[in-house]
């Protein structure tokens, strides 16, 4: 399952990665960056086909995780690839707005990546 | 004949007495006139008895004392001309008294003749008594307009150092009162930090923590890689360790700037000017300014655009103080394509922009944003106190005039500003290297 990871922090990569470091090994998922919404649109561009699942940040310098959402959900229609939100805040408003626009879930900063990893494996079946 | 003199004598200390009823120095002089009237009317009689001619002659000599202790009297100043009316009364006592004594019986002959220059010299001082009376009436009258004028002189100066003492009060109290503003400013704008702060602090704490439960994991694998023997793979993990503990002390050092930061900014300004990093510092106020007001709207955006200069020689200047003029020009800009951003969403990208540039041993920070300008009828006032386009209660009006103390006056820099309405608006720091 190939997930992209979309976050502005650069440190989020070597934690991904260390994260799922099994899974990586049993090439159960298989991990890309984007560092900003658009870079994300044009990795999207050419692989969208092979990406399963987006994971990304709301709070982004320049285009935000929610335009990017809003974006995907408009250009992309079939297959439409899982997209998950992360934010720092927490609250209602922002998953309201998160889930309105399209998000399949919604995780607040700091991840909790052993409920990220359940959700995942759900995902794979 | 020598009455006349007598009689002038008497006169002119009667009619200089009497000008002095109503002046402050008749206490001084009082016992003096009454004095002289006494000794001149005693002088005559007895002065009698040695003949008309001695009579005269001491009458003259008492004309001439009295006309020369006058005249050298600061006080009777204003007698002067009445006096000196008497040297030809005076002249006369003398000529006459002299030729009584000498050539009695001409005299004797022509005693009617003789008669006119005595009446002649007595009419002239009643003559110029009467003229120098006129004069005294005129002085009186301007002397009187002086008391009155200086009364009311008195009474202005006292209301005006009433006036002086109640603005001084005032200005007192503005200055405390400004102190109190510039303190709440600060507090206001820390205000307006304290979200960006909040997510600033969060992201390093969650690589804090993230990378410390992720390296415990490795430890676990790394020693079941070792237990298998695969020593390659247990080096792998060793250097993921060393990585990580690195992103640890990196992620703890950031979130200990950022408070160090935010405790700067509140604290009192130490004004103790130290190197500074400028690119460090406007990076660091950029991302607090624009989180702090994505925590606030979330309906808020912009595209962040960062040119630093490469090779930007550290600055003395004091950090807290620049930091919070960059916070403000930060926070102009966001609040500027905000606005616009709120008017027209078609097509509009808001973009703040800050670049930094070395040129001419001088430090430049431009912060621009691509909002609504600054119209120009209110270009000229933007660095006023308490001038805001902002709704009441929305901004203080302290926040450029502040910036431009602190770069002005502070660090003998400028700041300059380049606007065009509904285009873009530029204000650019220049601190001397």
């Known amino acids: 399952m190939k997930i992209l990871v979309v976050d502005d922090e650069a440190d989020v990569q070597p934690l991904f990665l260390q994260r799922f470091r099994k899974e990586i090994k049993n090439h159960e998922f298989e991990f890309d960056f984007a560092l900003s919404g658009e870079e994300a649109l044009d990795y999207m561009k050419e692989k969208h086909s092979e990406i399963v699942l987006i994971l990304s940040d709301i709070n982004m310098p320049g285009m935000s995780g929610l335009e990017l959402l809003l974006r995907i959900r408009h250009d992309y229609e079939v297959p439409p690839p899982v997209v998950m939100m992360i934010t720092a805040y927490g609250d209602d408003e922002n998953r309201n707005q998160a889930m309105s626009s399209g998000a399949n879930d919604f995780l607040t900063k700091p991840l909790d990546f052993n409920l990220l990893k359940e959700k995942l494996k759900e995902l794979e079946h | ?433």
């Not at chain 2, 990378?211 to 250097?239: H, P, Q, R, W, Y």
């Not at chain 2, 190197?275 to 994505?294: V, W």
Request: charged share 25%; proline share 4%; hydrophobic share 40%.
């Open chain 2, 1 to 433: 004949m020598s009455v006349f003199f007598y009689l002038a004598a008497f006169i002119m200390v009667t009619r200089i007495a009497k000008t002095f009823k109503f002046s402050p120095l008749r206490p001084k002089w009082k016992p003096m006139f009454s004095t002289a009237q006494l000794a001149i009317a005693l002088a005559y009689p007895f002065s009698e008895i040695a003949g008309d001619g001695i009579s005269s002659i001491i009458a003259g000599g008492i004309l001439l004392y009295l006309v020369y202790f006058g005249l050298r009297e600061q006080d009777f100043k204003p007698f002067k001309p009445y006096l000196e009316a008497h040297y030809p009364l005076i002249g006369v006592a003398f000529v006459y008294g002299l030729t009584k004594l000498i050539l009695p019986k001409f005299v004797s002959e022509y005693e009617e003749y003789s008669l006119i220059p005595i009446v002649a010299a007595f009419i002239y001082v009643l003559g110029r008594w009467a003229a120098s009376k006129k004069q005294m009436e005129q002085i009186n009258i301007f002397s009187q307009r002086n008391a009155e004028l200086d009364r009311l002189v008195a009474e202005r100066t006292a209301e005006l150092t009433n006036q002086k003492e109640e603005l001084q009060a005032t200005l007192e109290q503005l200055q405390a009162t400004q102190q109190q503003l510039i303190q709440s400013e600060k507090l206001a704008s820390l205000g307006e930090l304290t979200a960006g702060i909040a997510h600033e602090i969060q992201n390093p704490l969650n690589f804090v923590n993230n990378f410390s439960e992720v390296s415990m994991e490795l430890i676990d694998e790394m020693k079941e890689e070792l237990e298998k023997g695969d020593k390659e793979e247990a080096t792998a993990i060793a250097n993921d360790l060393k990585d990580n503990l690195s992103k640890i002390i990196h992620h703890g050092r950031r979130a200990d700037g950022i408070v160090k930061g935010m405790l700067q900014h509140s604290r009192a300004s130490s004004n103790v000017k130290e190197p500074t990093d400028i690119n460090k510092l406007a990076d660091e106020y950029f991302r607090l300014a624009y989180h702090g007001l994505r925590a606030k709207d979330k309906s808020f955006n912009a595209e962040l655009e960062t040119h630093f200069g490469d090779q930007l020689p550290t600055v003395n200047i004091v950090p807290q103080d620049v930091g919070r003029v960059l916070l403000n020009l930060f926070n102009n800009a966001f609040y500027a394509v905000h606005q616009k951003q709120k008017d027209n969403s078609e097509g509009y990208k808001p973009t703040v922009t800050v670049s930094t540039i070395a040129k001419d041993k001088q430090v430049f920070i431009t912060v621009r944003d691509n909002g609504n300008g600054i119209p120009e009828e209110v270009k000229d006032k933007i660095m006023q106190p308490f001038f805001t386009t902002k709704p009441t209660g929305e901004g203080t009006g302290l926040g450029l005039s502040l910036s431009y103390d602190i770069i002005v006056k502070g660090h003998n820099g400028k700041i300059d500003v380049k606007s065009e309405e509904n285009s873009y608006t530029e204000f650019t720091i220049s601190i001397p290297g």
